[in-house]
T-cell receptor, first 119, second 110 residues
Framework: DTEVTQTPKHLVMGMTNKKSLKCEQHMGHRAMYWYKQKAKKPPELMFVYSYEKLSINESVPSRFSPECPNSSLLNLHLHALQPEDSALYLC??????????????????FGEGSRLTVL | GEDVEQSLFLSVREGDSSVINCTYTDSSSTYLYWYKQEPGAGLQLLTYIFSNMDMKQDQRLTVLLNKKDKHLSLRIADTQTGDSAIYFCAEDDGNNRLAFGKGNQVVVIP
C-alpha cells in the first residue's frame, strides 16, 4: 500500500459548522503533513507531525486544529472558518521526519486532497 | 529564506521535448525536487537531484542543475498528453520544510 488516502474529497461548510478532514497512510511513515493550496498556487505548509507529535505549526489560525491519533492517521478539525479558507487541503507523509530513503527531506507522498468550500 | 522562481505556462506538441526552468536564490539544500500535479490531484514526486550532481537522467526526464547560477531545469523528452500538469520545483530548507516554486503549467497539444 503506497497511498495516502484523504476523506472527504469535497466538503462544503458554513462559517458556523464544525467539520473534520481525515488522512490515512499505511506505509509506516513517521512524519505527516498538512498543506493548504489555493488555485494556481504552490502548496503552503500548515502543520508537521513527527512521531505523532506536532513539530511544526506555521502560525496557522486556531480555527484549524490538527490531531494525530496514531502513526497512521492525521485529522484536521475545522471550526468557524472564513470563506478565504476555501482551498484544496493536502495531506502528505514521509518515511522519517527528515524525509525519504536517499531523497532527503523533500520526498513526500501526497494524498489527492480534500477540496473545501466555505460559504 | 528560500525563494524559488518559476515561469508560468508552456504549450508543447505531443512528441516534442519540453523544458521547464526554475531558479532559486538562497539554498544550502542537499536535494532539489520536481513535483507533478495533475488536475484535481495531489502532488507526485517526479524526480530529484543531489546538489553535488550536475545532471540526472531518469527515462524521459533529464534534470540539469547549475549551482553557480542557482538554476534547475527539467526536460521531458517525447512529451505525452499524460504529461499535461503543473510542475513545481522545490528545495528543502533542512528543517522538514519544502520551499515550492510558483509552478509551471504544461499543456500538451495532441
Amino acid at each position: 500500500d503506497t497511498e495516502v488516502t484523504q476523506t472527504p474529497k469535497h466538503l462544503v461548510m458554513g462559517m458556523t459548522n464544525k467539520k473534520s478532514l481525515k488522512c490515512e497512510q499505511h506505509m509506516g511513515h513517521r512524519a505527516m503533513y498538512w498543506y493548504k493550496q489555493k488555485a494556481k498556487k504552490p502548496p503552503e505548509l500548515m502543520f508537521v507531525y513527527s512521531y505523532e507529535k506536532l513539530s511544526i505549526n506555521e502560525s496557522v489560525p486556531s480555527r484549524f486544529s490538527p490531531e494525530c491519533p496514531n502513526s497512521s492517521l492525521l485529522n484536521l478539525h475545522l471550526h468557524a472558518l472564513q470563506p478565504e479558507d476555501s482551498a484544496l487541503y493536502l495531506c502528505a507523509s514521509s518515511p522519517e521526519p527528515g524525509g525519504g530513503q536517499g531523497a532527503g527531506t523533500g520526498e513526500l507522498f501526497f494524498g489527492e486532497g480534500s477540496r473545501l468550500t466555505v460559504l | 529564506g528560500e525563494d524559488v522562481e518559476q515561469s508560468l505556462f508552456l504549450s508543447v506538441r505531443e512528441g516534442d521535448s519540453s523544458v521547464i526552468n526554475c531558479t532559486y536564490t538562497d539554498s544550502s539544500s542537499t536535494y532539489l525536487y520536481w513535483y507533478k500535479q495533475e488536475p484535481g490531484a495531489g502532488l507526485q514526486l517526479l524526480t530529484y537531484i543531489f546538489s553535488n550532481m550536475d545532471m540526472k537522467q531518469d527515462q524521459r526526464l533529464t534534470v540539469l542543475l547549475n549551482k553557480k547560477d542557482k538554476h534547475l531545469s527539467l526536460r521531458i523528452a517525447d512529451t505525452q498528453t499524460g504529461d499535461s500538469a503543473i510542475y513545481f520545483c522545490a528545495e528543502d530548507d533542512g528543517n522538514n520544510r519544502l520551499a515550492f516554486g510558483k509552478g509551471n503549467q504544461v499543456v500538451v497539444i495532441p
